[in-house]
């Protein structure tokens, strides 16, 4: 089993800038690829980013791009999402997620097996 801790969520303005981050415990040897989700209240939960196991490959939801940075440190088993520019809409729950099957940057969340419990972002107007 892997083991999910987020933290870095908070209010922030709009404009402003946030850094999450996702600690990975217990058979950390068994994640490969990584991503970012987020839901809103009353909303489904959407792909933000991901990343696959070597950091070399990353991809963004296009209301990210530019904005957002997905990185890992394999060595630290943390996975971050540096947040810039945050609008309101960015508002949600933040979840980090891992795969055990696949190496490749997955982008659905039915790819991943392991979730944390989430980190509230509230960007105020």
């Known amino acids: 089993q892997v083991q999910l801790v987020e933290s870095g969520g908070g209010l922030v303005q709009a404009g402003g800038s946030l850094r999450l981050s996702c600690a990975a415990s217990g058979r950390t040897s068994s994640t490969y690829a990584m991503g970012w989700f987020r839901q809103a209240p009353g909303n489904e939960r959407e792909f933000v980013a991901g990343i696959n196991w070597s950091g070399g490959d990353r991809r963004y939801a296009d209301s990210g791009k530019g904005r957002f940075t997905i990185s890992r440190d394999n060595a630290k088993n943390t996975l971050y999402l540096q947040m810039n520019s945050l609008k309101p809409e960015d508002t949600a729950n933040y979840y980090c997620?891992?795969?055990?099957?696949?190496?490749?940057?997955?982008?659905?969340?039915?790819?991943?097996?392991?979730w944390g419990q989430g980190t509230q972002v509230t960007v105020s107007s």
């Open positions: 997620a891992a795969s055990g099957l696949y190496i490749s940057t997955r982008t659905s969340g039915v790819d991943y097996d392991y």
